[in-house]
């Protein structure tokens, strides 16, 4: 960060008057009640990172255990880009080699090594596909990411099925990298740049002109953060929510009624940093789901509390499961591979007792089994 950003960033945080809108929204604010892990407190200690003062150990959990989700932001008179002014206070802290890094930089050694974030062994990647590896050539790219492959192969299983069901014409990557996203997380945009110029001649080596994305982490780094380390992409991003309703449209007359009563969850990537709110539940409303919404829900959507976990284990499940218990539904569906990731841990760490699916699991049992050709 030079003189001039620096500068910059600490007039932001000085335009805060502590009016606690933010404090209302924030959920490890909510269920700490320590004002530390709230925005209030992050920017404070983010203006001690830029100025050099001296940092409590709770204060720089407190920037780590950010989990970025930007609720403060919608909700902040001021416009303060929070979760901007945190990830450069991450960085810094980070480029000190301060702060419990451990765990992060194992799972960055990992992305390095394996090539995914779950440590998941590169020779079982595409163990979950119902049949060999399809070898098949198109300019559409179904993008499965790391969580859908190593951590709940159930998103990635039904996801390709749907699409085939569907006519969706798409080729898989044999040798498909990590996206990268948890470099850019957790500030280390050296790594993120590197890995996303790897991506992206690999694209362009193939003809790739669509990407489609399950995961709404994956959906948010290529959407916007690629652009922002390289340069305007070549090519469409889309989630695979945004291409369900018109096909399904095309197949009414075949889907079943679902009949459940079932609560969305909207995915931070994809709905409050994404603006993807309709798309997911006009697919689930078109398989005659009864969709109950969350007390919060579209550009307050709570946040899953996955990409805490890894640091700290108890608040990220604390998280997730004030969120499941706030629902009123046992069934809830997701657009987000990794958000199935957090919400289950929440689940089950807390004692809930939700079902707890990705969407194109719900689509996929709704499409009556194809007549015999």
């Known amino acids: 960060m030079d ?23 924030c959920q490890t604010y909510e269920v700490t009640q320590n004002e530390a892990f709230s925005p209030v407190g992050r920017l404070k200690t983010a203006k001690n990172v830029f100025q050099g003062g001296e940092l409590s150990t709770e204060a720089i959990d407190g920037i780590y255990n950010c989990i970025k989700c930007a609720r403060c932001h919608v909700v902040c008179p001021q416009g303060i880009d929070i979760v901007s002014v945190v990830r450069k206070a991450q960085a810094e802290l980070m480029r000190q080699g301060i702060g419990p890094l451990e765990n992060p930089n194992r799972i960055m050694a990992g992305i390095q090594k394996l090539d995914n974030a779950f440590n998941g062994d590169p020779t079982k990647k595409w163990d979950w596909l119902p049949g060999e590896f399809p070898q098949r050539e198109s300019d559409t790219l179904l993008y499965i ?41 957790m500030g280390r945009e050296d790594l993120a740049r590197e890995k996303s110029e790897q991506n992206v001649e690999k694209f362009k080596r193939h003809g790739i002109k669509r990407i489609i994305t399950i995961c709404a982490g994956c959906y948010h780094n290529f ?96 998280v997730a499961g004030d969120f499941l218990n706030k629902v009123k539904t046992t069934d809830i569906v997701t657009s987000c591979s990794f958000c199935l990731f957090g919400l289950n841990y929440g689940n089950r760490k807390t004692g809930k007792d939700k079902k707890i699916q990705y969407l194109s699991e719900v689509v996929l049992d709704s499409l009556k089994p194809s007549s015999p050709s």
């Open 145 to 185: 990411g790391c969580s859908a492959s190593f951590a709940y192969p159930q998103a990635a299983i039904s996801s390709y099925l749907l699409l085939k069901e569907l006519g969706v014409d798409f080729m898989m990557l044999q040798d498909e990298s990590c996206c990268g996203y948890f470099y850019y997380y």
């Open 3 to 25: 003189i001039m950003e620096k500068r910059e960033t600490i007039e932001q945080i000085d335009s805060c008057n502590e009016c606690g809108f933010c404090l209302d929204v």
């Open 223 to 318: 959407k916007y953060w690629y652009p922002e380390l390289l340069e305007p992409l070549d090519f469409e991003i889309v989630h695979i929510s945004q291409l369900l309703p018109a096909l399904l449209k095309e197949r009414r007359e075949i889907l079943k009624k679902d009949g459940r009563e079932i609560t969305y969850h909207d995915p931070c990537g994809l709905g409050r940093l994404g603006g993807i709110y309709d798309e997911p539940r006009e697919a689930l409303r078109l398989c005659g789901v009864n969709l109950v919404e969350a007390e919060h829900n579209r550009e307050l959507g709570p946040c899953c509390g996955a990409l805490i976990i890894n640091n700290f284990r108890d608040l990220g499940a604390k």
